[in-house]
């Protein structure tokens, strides 16, 4: 059994997980049951790679990682994770605008920077090991290193184009608060 909360390898008698202490009788999860009635290897329920799908959001911001790990979850037949998924998205898409506002309205341009990365650095150690983690030791877990895959052209693709959309937006967001301010 495995905890269904962080993924963690359970004893069949504990009563609690623990590492991160939720009961078992919430938490656990049979891994070696199909949670689906997808048959795991067929093209049509490949998944990204949980892990890499967390390396890019170093990049991208975990808005990038927690929608590959909200489909990933529906592909697995999660759909309570899924949705947990796509309220980590919905965050970090709203921290996204507080990163511009800080940048746009806090005093001292080096502060507020520094105050941003900051504040990005903290709020992606907790998306990584509050959700992101989670998702790579349950299908390390479930599936070993053997698991259909998808290509990675696509998404990265998105990635690129939404990052440097996000920079416009921060710049021309900059210049119109100059502007109404000067």
């Known amino acids: ?45 490949a998944i990204w790679n949980p892990n890499a799908a967390s390396n890019w959001s170093i990049i991208f911001t975990p808005a990038f990682g927690s929608y590959l790990h909200a489909l990933n979850w529906r592909t697995l037949g999660e759909e309570g994770r899924a949705r947990s998924a796509m309220g980590w998205f919905y965050f970090s898409l ?37 959700a992101g983690r989670a998702q790579a030791k349950y299908v390390k877990n479930k599936f070993g290193s053997d698991y259909p895959r998808r290509s990675w052209g696509k998404p990265l693709l998105v990635g690129i184009v939404a990052i440097l959309g996000y920079f416009a937006l921060a710049v021309a967001l900059g210049l119109i608060i100059g502007i109404i301010t000067a």
């Open 1 to 45: 059994m495995f905890c269904q909360k962080c993924g963690e390898s359970l004893q069949p008698d504990a009563k609690f997980c623990g590492k991160c202490g939720v009961p078992t009788s919430m938490a656990a999860v049979d891994l070696t049951k199909p949670t689906s009635s997808a048959k795991v290897g067929t093209r049509g329920d």
């Open 94 to 130: 709203a921290m996204l605008i507080v990163y511009i506002l800080m940048g746009v309205l806090m005093a001292g341009e080096k502060g507020a920077d520094g105050a941003t990365r900051v504040l990005a650095l903290l709020y992606l150690i907790i998306w990584y090991f509050s």
